[in-house]
Nanobody, 125 residues
Framework: DVQLQASGGGLVQAGGSLRLSCVVS????????IGWFRQAPGKEREAVAC????????LYADSVQGRFTISSDKAKKTVYLQMDSLKPEDTAVYYC??????????????????WGKGTLVTVSS
């Protein structure tokens, strides 16, 4: 079974940092594209950051560019989202998603079949 297990959410003050983790199982990690989406209360789900594991290509939403960094550990089959300089508007449930074929743009458009359960990030002002 494909599983994407996200963790690392929590409560943090504005300006603080959190690191989310997504552990992937059930498909070949090296060839995949893995990413993070988020959904704030009353808003649509939006792409935050995605990466192709083999080539290391990345995509970031404009709202997080320069503050968030996506990275991977192939040995642990884990993708991380380092979130720095957090703002109250970053408050949302964050979801990990994956495309086994490494289709980065497809993933960015939210068309992946594989999603993990979300982890809540709350940023207080």
């Amino acid at each position: 079974d494909v599983q994407l297990q996200a963790s690392g959410g929590g409560l943090v003050q504005a300006g603080g940092s959190l690191r989310l983790s997504c552990v992937v199982s059930g498909f070949t990690f090296d060839g995949a594209a893995i990413g993070w989406f988020r959904q704030a209360p009353g808003k649509e789900r939006e792409a935050v950051a995605c990466m192709g594991i083999r080539g290391g290509s990345t995509l970031y939403a404009d709202s997080v560019q320069g503050r968030f960094t996506i990275s991977s550990d192939k040995a642990k089959k884990t993708v991380y989202l380092q979130m720095d300089s957090l703002k109250p508007e970053d408050t949302a449930v964050y979801y990990c998603t994956g495309n086994p074929r490494g289709w980065l743009v497809h993933l960015w458009q939210g068309r992946s079949d594989y999603w993990g359960k979300g982890t809540l990030v709350t940023v207080s002002s």
